[in-house]
């Protein structure tokens, strides 16, 4: 079965400090690998990651994704009070599972002013 | 252009009713996903659709049933609603290739 399992589950940082959120996957013919930031209500999209070693960048996000460590993480600098949110990572299967998406449960950020 | 929309907003039922979760995208979207998420928790997958007249279980699929007769369309059915199917429901549709995939604003269900 897929699993994806995001570290820490949560986090509390003051504006200013940086962040780094894991997300370790086991997902069948792994295809890629999505971060998405959920506020009050449904996921927004942040990055889609297919190739290793290669940076995703968008401000003051980045993120990165290690295919041999089956790891990504994405980095958060210079915090604001509007990124408090929940981060959520998702692996994109292939094969015979081809099309299933699988979230891992989510790391709560809590950014204080 | 309207993304993927999901229908009732809220909804409350009786432990025992029936009802279906309606879902729809007009992107022309291959793919398409049910996800619940419990209050603090990440996503779960129920059932996913990889184009008209298919579908697969997803991690937690006991409970729901699903049909994609349609592109647009992807509706969830709950028969005998039971407390632990209280829940946010999520919609979402994506296609390969493209920069990510969409959410509906979602479904608050409370079983009671």
């Known amino acids: 079965e897929d699993k994806v399992v995001q570290s820490p589950l949560s986090l509390v940082v003051h504006e200013g400090d940086t962040v780094t959120l894991n997300c370790s996957y086991e997902v069948t013919n792994f295809r890629s690998l999505l971060w998405y930031k959920q506020e009050k209500k449904a996921p927004t999209f942040l990055f889609m990651l297919?190739?290793?070693?290669i940076e995703k960048k968008s401000g003051r996000l980045s993120s990165i994704l290690d295919k041999k460590e089956l790891f990504s993480i994405l980095n958060i600098t210079a915090t604001q009070t509007g990124d408090s949110a929940i981060y959520l990572c998702?692996?994109?299967?292939?094969?015979?599972?081809?099309?299933?998406?699988?979230f891992g449960q989510g790391t709560i950020l809590t950014v204080h002013p | 252009n309207a993304g993927v929309t999901q229908t009732p907003k809220f909804r409350i039922l009786k432990i025992g009713q029936s009802m279906t979760l309606q879902c729809t995208q007009d992107?022309?979207?291959?793919?398409m996903y049910w996800y619940r998420q419990d209050p603090g928790m990440g996503l779960k997958l129920i059932y996913y659709?990889?184009?008209?007249?298919?579908?697969d279980k997803g991690e937690v699929p006991n409970g729901y049933n699903v049909s994609r007769s349609t592109t647009e369309d992807f509706p969830l059915r709950l028969e005998l609603a039971a407390p632990s199917q209280t829940s946010v429901y999520f919609c979402a549709s994506g296609d390969r290739g493209s920069y990510g995939y969409t959410f509906g604003s979602g479904t608050r269900l409370t079983v009671v």
């Open positions: 297919t190739s290793s070693g």
């Open positions: 659709s990889v184009g008209a007249g298919i579908t």
């Open positions: 998702a692996g994109f299967a292939g094969g015979t599972s081809y099309g299933k998406l699988t």
């Open positions: 992107m022309n979207h291959n793919y």
